[in-house]
């Protein structure tokens, strides 16, 4: 089985505790602390209908709000914890209005682009699956994840941390990869709730998979030796370690686990549009968005050269603006507004 990649992967340890401590000190309370960062997240998606749009990183009120439309972001300067993540609208890759603020950091979903290293060279989150974050730290962003199936001491599902690039994080599921077991493979599963990972045969043990109930993984093997057999499974989670043969039973007719059973769904976008669109314009350079008609109010963002939009309430000096795909709109009672006399001629 060709390992997945793992530009994200910590040196490998000698026991998930040993992992668990590194993780631990590589999300030192600094890190906590650190609430402006190199972690940013550019990609086209449909967010949640309603996720408000603050000028400030706390407190203050609403200015924008995103409409649940498809449209291009950019997520930057993330908060350890809970907290607002900057948002910038547009993709950078065609002209748009373009509003900057801060939105609520769980507003949005975020999915792993390649696989995560958990346990070192021997269990990854898989590729396409959607990401819990825990923390960030600097251009990574640190995650935690249940693995489905499971049941720790606790009586949770058992948990697993790892760390991620920013820059393989995406807003939308990318898809699952097939999980095809090769030609010849021989089928397994777990005679008991619980069986032990090994790094190699009688090497170290990595992680204890403890299933719950009745629940059994299923493997698949090319390889065995010295009372050992090399192992993977596919899942939430993809394995590939060593196994005691005598923690496992051969099946004859195993089935491969259904992977389209664990892909998310992405958001069902809203299609918008206004009975009487009003005059439609395409900047022909930036045009500057204040959140107030006044030369002194704070800049919301700009209208990108080559942005289409349509011009909404007219004064002498301000028009309030919009973007004509209607994904990011002005709050109830608020505006985008730019100066009159800067605006294109129709």
């Not at 300067?77 to 209005?97: H, L, M, N």
């Not at 009586?155 to 941390?161: D, E, N, R, S, W």
Request: glycine share 10%; net charge neutral.
């Amino acid at each position: 089985m060709t390992r997945p990649a793992a530009s994200t992967a910590t040196p490998p340890g000698k026991s998930l505790r040993t992992f668990a401590a590194a993780a631990v000190l590589f999300f030192s309370a600094d890190a906590a602390a650190q609430t402006v960062n190199r972690c940013a997240i550019i990609d086209t998606t449909v967010p949640t209908a309603g996720t408000e749009i603050f000028a400030k990183a706390s407190g203050g009120s609403a200015v924008a709000k995103l409409t649940g439309a498809s449209l291009g972001l950019r997520l930057s300067e993330f908060p350890s914890g809970a907290g607002r993540v900057k948002t910038q609208s547009g993709d950078g890759k065609k002209g748009y209005v373009r509003i900057e603020g801060y939105a609520d950091k769980n507003a949005f979903r975020y999915f792993a682009k390649q696989s995560v290293a958990l346990v070192p060279d021997h269990v990854w989150l898989t590729k396409g699956l959607e990401l819990h974050i825990t923390a960030v730290n600097d251009d990574h962003l640190a995650i935690e994840h249940s693995v489905l199936g499971t049941r720790g001491g606790d009586g949770a599902p058992q948990k697993l941390a790892g760390s991620i690039s920013c820059s393989v994080v995406g807003l939308t599921p990318p898809g699952l990869d097939a999980a095809d077991a090769p030609s010849g493979a021989r089928m397994f599963h777990m005679k008991n709730n619980d069986v032990s990972l090994y790094d190699h045969p009688s090497g170290d043990v990595v992680f204890t998979l403890r299933m719950d109930g009745e629940a059994r993984k299923v493997f698949w093997s090319t390889e065995s030796r010295g009372g050992f057999v090399h192992v993977s499974a596919p899942g939430d989670v993809t394995i590939d370690a060593w196994v005691r043969a005598s923690d496992l039973e051969q099946l004859t007719h195993g089935e491969v686990f259904d992977m389209s059973s664990l892909e998310p769904r992405p958001n069902a976008p809203k299609s918008l549009a206004l009975s009487q669109p009003p005059t439609m314009l395409t900047a022909t350079s930036e045009l500057r968005i204040a959140v107030k008609a006044d030369a002194k109010a704070e800049s919301l963002g700009v209208v990108e050269a080559g942005a289409k939009f349509y011009t909404m309430e007219v004064s002498t000096e301000w028009t309030n603006v919009i973007p004509t795909d209607l994904a990011i709109m002005p709050i109830d009672g608020g505006g985008f507004w730019v100066k009159t006399a800067s605006l294109p001629k129709p």
